[in-house]
């Protein structure tokens, strides 16, 4: 069983315990004989009542403890005031469990201890986290041949573009099937220009609409030319950008542009990284694996270019008149 002695190998230990990065939420680690006997996760309580919180620890109350360690995982607009409170009142109903013997508050990438008013030993402002990936707990589960948990919280999809999504999905759906592709390349035209003009995707609306308007195969085409010679390079970042803001479910079509812009630019391996991405969100997306095909073959670099010349002008002809 694992052994902490500090709170920095407390905080260290918990993602291996968990196998989870713990994020806004609550850590109840119960000891053994100084051991590690159970680690249970809970929801971040955001009441000051917590009379109703016992359920919590129902999971510690079965286990045959001596000592309870807390740790609470805030989010950077948690009060240190309103925390307090409920400190307090969540430290009154562990201790009916077993002796609390540390309680420690994690907020803004620092630490401290809530238990602990020593201003020797610890620093009321708080203490930085430790380098959990450069510990002796990562190094010995290593060692042992074991996964890695996740350190870093898995990203969450902002809900404003989730939402932009499914308004753009629906704006798209409503128009007519013989305009819908037309849409699309505007759309996808329009981000193209603020991409040129920002360098950067700070427009949401304009990100939804351009990743809806790719799941239409021919908007997806289009896209593949719409570099022409000149503009490799911000195309690269663009696609680049637009994948790094794509939810779940929409990388597919943006993962594969961007594969063949650094196909075409002479980056193989970043070619190939690219279309792992855009297998990994759509294992069935047919392009991306009629290019890992292409690739294996050693197509050159230049015959993209060739394929583009020949195929983006009839496309645009065809999509915009």
């Known amino acids: 069983m694992t052994t902490i002695s500090t709170p920095t190998e407390l905080i260290t230990a918990v993602p291996f315990l968990l196998n989870a990065a713990p994020e806004e939420c609550l850590v109840f680690i119960a000891l053994s004989e100084g051991a590690v006997a159970l680690a249970v996760q809970a929801e ?37 005031e309103k925390g307090d409170q409920i400190w307090e009142q969540l430290q009154r109903i562990c201790e009916k469990i077993a002796p609390v013997k540390d309680f420690l508050i994690i907020h803004q990438g620092q630490w401290r201890s809530f238990l602990c008013k020593n201003q020797e030993c610890c620093d009321p402002a708080g203490e930085p986290l430790p380098d959990i990936a450069s510990s002796e707990f990562a190094a010995e589960h290593v060692f042992q041949g074991l996964v890695m948990p996740p350190l870093t919280p898995a990203p969450t999809e902002p809900r404003d573009l989730l939402a932009l999504l499914d308004r753009a999905r629906v704006e798209f759906e ?59 390079e911000l195309h690269r970042e663009l696609w680049r950008a637009l994948l790094d803001s794509a939810p779940v479910g929409y990388r597919g079509p943006t993962a594969t542009l961007l594969a063949l ?5 002479g980056d193989i391996e970043g070619a190939k990284r690219a279309l792992e ?31 583009r010349h020949q195929l983006h002008p009839k496309l645009e002809a065809e999509l915009l008149g």
């Not at 427009?203 to 997806?220: G, P």
């Not at 759509?282 to 197509?299: E, I, M, N, R, V």
């Open 44 to 80: 971040l309580p955001h009441a000051p009542e917590l009379d109703g919180a016992e359920p919590y620890l129902a999971p510690l109350r079965e286990s045959d403890i001596d000592q309870l360690l807390v740790l609470a995982y805030l989010p950077s607009d948690f009060s240190r």
């Open 174 to 232: 409503r128009c007519e099937p013989s305009n819908r592709s037309k849409r699309g390349v505007i759309a996808l035209l329009r981000l193209i220009s603020h991409f040129t003009i920002k360098r950067e995707l700070e427009n949401q609306s304009l990100v939804a609409d351009a990743l809806i308007a790719l799941t239409d195969i021919q908007v997806r085409d289009f896209g593949i030319g719409s570099h022409g010679d000149e503009n490799l």
């Open 261 to 265: 812009v650094r196909y075409e630019g």
């Open 277 to 307: 991405r855009a297998l990994t969100d759509d294992p069935h997306y047919s392009l991306a694996h009629l290019l890992q095909k292409t690739f294996a073959a050693g197509w050159p670099p230049e015959a993209f270019t060739t394929m």
